[in-house]
């Protein structure tokens, strides 16, 4: 990502969402600033890359419903949730695993009414500061769910979308702990007995019809050495996991995270 690091303030941040709904307000377009009714949109992932992603799950939701004086705000909610597919399924081949530490999240929420629309007075930078928490919570529960845990915020920084847009984006740590063993050819099995070390970046902007939220996680060690770790000094992993599959399952495990950092990265300012 073309990402600018620094100290910025919650205040800040909400200023620069309410600033790109007021933009393109003035504009006059459709959807969430003209007040759309029925299904929020899917969000649309346009990069490639996303072809070696799979979605597993997706959601709709209200986000939070608030009043603001003589105005209730909801925020409505259209997830999709994705896994790498290759490390899924190599995973699963290997330790019967299900689930991927190797994942990804496209939302899109809508305001109902939308920015442009409150009265004077509302206080449109309290309705952003709630927006971006809610967006920035969920995507905590979604790791959660995907199974990543004690999620912290280690950097915040601004990016550049493809649209054009700044988006807020932080970079997190978490880990992943994995639930297997690795079958050995003694019959016996080797216990995977440490979690893997986990990174994810998450954007939220404003595009000036809706709030986009965006991010991944992954892990920041190749999957092939943890089993490596697992195994005794006797058994080769890479040997060890062509054995149980084959050599394509073990290249997948191999992965190096600068790999899954750069998709993360491409696939995050390509969602619309």
């Not at 949730?81 to 994942?103: C, K, N, Q, R, W």
């Not at 409150?118 to 969920?138: C, I, K, N």
């Not at 939220?213 to 058994?235: C, N, Q």
């Given at each position: ?9 919650t ?67 259209r ?17 019967d ?57 280690a ?44 990174e ?73």
């Amino acid at each position: 990502m073309d990402e600018h690091s620094g100290a910025r303030s919650t205040r800040t941040t909400r200023r620069r969402l309410l600033a790109g709904g007021a933009a393109i307000g003035t504009v006059g377009l459709a959807g969430c600033l003209g007040g759309r009714d029925g299904p929020v949109p899917e969000p649309e992932v346009t990069s490639d890359r996303i072809e070696d992603w799979r979605q597993t799950d997706g959601s709709e939701s209200t986000v939070f419903e608030q009043s603001y004086g003589p105005v209730t705000v909801r925020a409505l909610e259209r997830t999709r949730i994705f896994e790498y597919a290759p490390v899924a399924d190599a995973l699963a081949e290997t330790i019967d695993a299900s689930g991927s530490p190797v994942v990804f999240f496209a939302t899109r929420i809508d305001l109902r009414p939308a920015v442009d629309q409150l009265p004077a007075g509302v206080g449109r930078d309290r309705v952003m500061s709630e927006v971006e928490t809610a967006a920035t919570d969920a995507f905590r529960a979604q790791l959660r769910t995907a199974g990543i845990e004690d999620v912290e915020v280690a950097e915040e920084m601004t990016t550049t979308v493809r649209s054009g847009h700044t988006a807020t984006a932080w970079r997190l740590t978490g880990e992943y702990p994995i639930d297997g063993g690795i079958p050995l050819p003694t019959g016996s099995t080797a216990e995977i007995d440490r979690p893997l070390e986990i990174e994810a970046r998450l954007g939220v902007w404003h595009d000036g019809t809706d709030v986009i939220v965006a991010g991944g996680a992954y892990p920041t060690e190749p999957l092939l050495e943890i089993f490596d770790a697992a195994l005794p000094d006797s058994v080769d992993a890479e040997t060890a996991v062509t054995q149980l599959a084959d050599a394509e399952t073990a290249e997948a495990l191999a992965t190096d995270p600068a790999a899954y950092d750069e998709d993360v990265s491409q696939l995050l300012i390509s969602v619309e």
